[in-house]
RNA sequence: CGGAGCGUAGCGUAGUCCGGUUAUCGCACCAGUUUUGGGAACUGGGGGUCGCAGGUUCGAAUCCUGCCGCUCCGACCA
């Protein structure tokens, strides 16, 4: 591609708008452009890109027997309200305002729609269908450019089993091709077991790249054994010891004091593993009127709402500051287990509080504590649970090492659905024996704008990007330095054409009467992996020079040797 | 959803508090001349509904009201 017909509008300075190295550089390098927030438009050179990364899913999906559809982005609500998910999802999806139609966040339910009335015997099964298209969610906050958008680009595949055994199969299929597709796009990455959140289903692993600009907490030991999403993430930790003093509980005035903190300064003391931290939830449902929960964990610990919500089946919410009062008998700062207003509660603690005593906890009673909590003895009800999030530090759960809590960006990430989606939409097959059967369901998906913007995050320098490897748009710059030579022109046109005759992608920078330092600038932008520079005091001697972009490494070469040098630094 | 900041030419901005000539500067752009191996110099030039609407005023980018948009931080931790 010549430079002078290729639309690429490179920008000198980072955009105000831009905080992460991915999005600045995506921008700069001409990849892409904002319509508005969390919508972008593809360029040429961003497209490009695009399609690499699609290149390799379709490859890798085609591998373990995917079929490829293209499915609508808009669907009528019914097919939405079958599954729940229209409530479910919420201001999540963007609804049509004439007409009674979604843009499709995710696609169960059309494939499940097509598989309830072609996937009726087990002859049919298995089967393992995808797509790359367009997704919209309606993300209350988009940010850091392609990270999180409104509109972007997923592959998702389902998979339809007839058994669990079958469903563990594809599932493992799906798990292979995401590590050779990641592996294939240059990232470092990882897995880990995760929450599955309202997509449903029993088990989930996600794919993560570590990257300052991530938006999720990892906690990974110091091999790497051990690797878990901040949400379901456990550790070794101690419980903390009965002291088994009996001494009996007492109601004492604390003025002010609304949390964890102001509640060991008052007291005076460093340790708070013995102060209870409570919170209150709804617990949601038609049937679960006036129902609530009270959470406990240690002073020193937070509560893991995603590891409550998988516990509830999702069927909790927090309670409102202004509800606290009705239910609790006091405001937050003042609830605990004793005394508790209305006696439809629930009461689960962490399991660090297994059986502990001599806890400080609110008194249901504004300004209120009480101390000498035994909750063996004073809170009978009281069941006991993982409800709390890991810190840095903790013991791997495996032994191996201690946990480190890192920021990464989720690029994939895999279900074991089950049957709640054939379930809910009455997809099912007949077996061997002529009995009807839930079809069992898995679904996979990657983002991939993400792919892209992650290959970013961890490949660019202060030039530029640094792109190697598949997703690289264009194998060579190839750099006219001097335009007003003919012979350096000349040279140029043939090492174009050669080059291209060898299978190379070439981005020749042919435009005429720009500075050079203009045209190396912006070589080391794009950061394509090797660039030709053609110019006219090495010409002389019959000399190119050739220039690695990730090293920065400068090399002579006679000029017939170009091609079979370029060939060589690229392993083509 | 809560908080903070911003909106002036394609991009980045000054001016706004304290209203008053033709709205500032840089980059980019156009023409010409000289340049040409790390983002050239000079000369001349084009480009603006100051986010939108309403109001106050002799006079509004500037003050008031409402709205729209963008960016960042946070997520009820009792």
Redesign the pocket.
């Known amino acids: 591609m010549r430079l002078t017909k290729f639309f690429l509008p490179?920008?000198?300075?980072d955009?105000?708008?831009a905080?992460v190295a991915s999005h600045k550089l995506m921008i700069r390098s001409g990849m892409i452009r904002?319509v508005?927030?969390?919508v972008y438009s593809y360029l040429p050179l961003g497209k490009i890109v695009f399609d690499k990364v699609e290149k390799i899913l379709r490859e890798e999906m085609n591998a373990i027997g995917g079929n490829e559809f293209y499915l609508p982005a808009l669907a009528p609500n019914e097919l939405w309200a079958q599954s729940g998910r229209l409530d479910e999802y919420g201001d999540l999806i963007f609804r049509i305002k004439n007409r009674e139609m979604v843009l499709c966040p995710t696609h169960e339910e059309i494939f499940t729609s097509i598989a309830k009335p072609n996937l009726i015997s087990y002859k049919d099964l298995p089967q393992m269908w995808y797509q790359i298209q367009n997704k919209f969610r309606n993300e209350?906050?988009?940010?850091?450019g392609l990270l999180r958008g409104r509109q972007f680009t997923m592959k998702d595949a389902y998979s339809f089993d007839a058994t669990w055994e079958g469903l563990d199969e594809s599932y493992d299929k799906q798990e292979q091709a995401y590590r050779n597709i990641f592996t294939r796009s240059g990232l470092k990455f990882f897995s880990v077991k995760a929450h599955s959140g309202a997509m449903g289903g029993s088990e989930s692993v996600e794919f993560m790249v570590e990257a300052a600009a991530g938006e999720d907490y990892v906690a990974v030991n110091d091999d790497g054994s051990y690797a878990a999403n901040v949400e379901v993430a456990v550790s070794i930790a101690e419980v903390t010891p009965r002291k088994d003093t009996n001494l009996a509980y007492e109601k004492f005035h604390t003025p002010n004091i609304?949390?964890?903190d102001e509640l060991a300064e008052f007291l005076k003391v460093d340790d708070k593993s013995r102060l209870a931290?409570?919170?209150?939830?709804v617990i949601t449902g038609e049937d679960k009127k006036d129902e609530y929960l009270l959470v406990l964990v240690r002073?020193d610990d937070?509560?893991n709402?995603a590891k409550l919500q998988t516990l509830f089946g999702g069927g909790i919410?927090?309670?409102?500051?202004e509800e606290?009062p009705a239910i609790s008998g006091a405001?937050?700062?003042?609830?605990g287990p004793i005394g508790f207003k209305n006696k439809s509660v629930k009461v689960v603690a962490d399991l660090r509080l297994q059986d502990a005593d001599e806890l400080v906890s609110?008194a249901n009673e504004n300004d209120y504590h009480i101390k000498n909590i035994d909750l063996k003895r004073d809170v009978p009800e009281i069941e006991y649970k993982d409800i709390r999030v890991v810190k840095e530090g903790e013991g791997s759960i495996d032994g191996k090492g201690n946990l480190r809590l890192v920021k990464a960006i989720e690029v994939g990430h895999i279900f074991k659905l089950g049957t709640k989606y054939a379930e809910a939409m009455g997809a099912k097959y007949l077996d061997e024996n002529g009995k009807e059967n839930v079809i069992i369901m898995g679904s996979y998906g990657i983002g991939v704008e993400r792919i892209a913007a992650s290959y970013i995050e961890q490949n660019h320098d202060e030039?530029g990007i640094i792109w190697e490897g598949e997703l690289a748009p264009f194998d060579v710059s190839l750099i006219c330095?001097?335009?007003?030579k003919d012979d350096v022109v000349n040279t140029c046109e043939e090492l174009y054409k050669e080059l291209q005759s060898q299978g190379l992608d070439v981005l020749f920078d042919d435009r005429m009467?720009v500075?050079?330092?203009?045209k190396?600038?912006?070589?080391?932008?794009i950061g394509l992996p090797v660039h030709v520079?053609?110019?006219?005091?090495?010409?002389k001697d019959g000399k190119i020079?050739i220039?690695l972009r990730r090293s920065g490494d400068r090399m002579l070469v006679d000029k017939s040797d170009v091609i079979s040098k370029v060939k060589e630094l690229l392993n083509k």
Not at 140 to 144: D, H, I, V, Y
Not at 533 to 539: P, R, S, T
């Open positions: 490179t920008i000198k300075e955009p105000t708008e905080v904002q508005t927030a969390g209350e906050r988009p940010r850091a609304k949390s964890i931290k409570s919170r209150v939830f002073g937070e509560v709402e919410r927090p309670a409102h500051p606290l405001d937050a700062g003042s609830i609110g030039n330095v001097n335009t007003n009467d500075r050079p330092g203009f190396f600038a912006d070589a080391d932008l520079i053609v110019g006219e005091k090495n010409l020079e220039k």
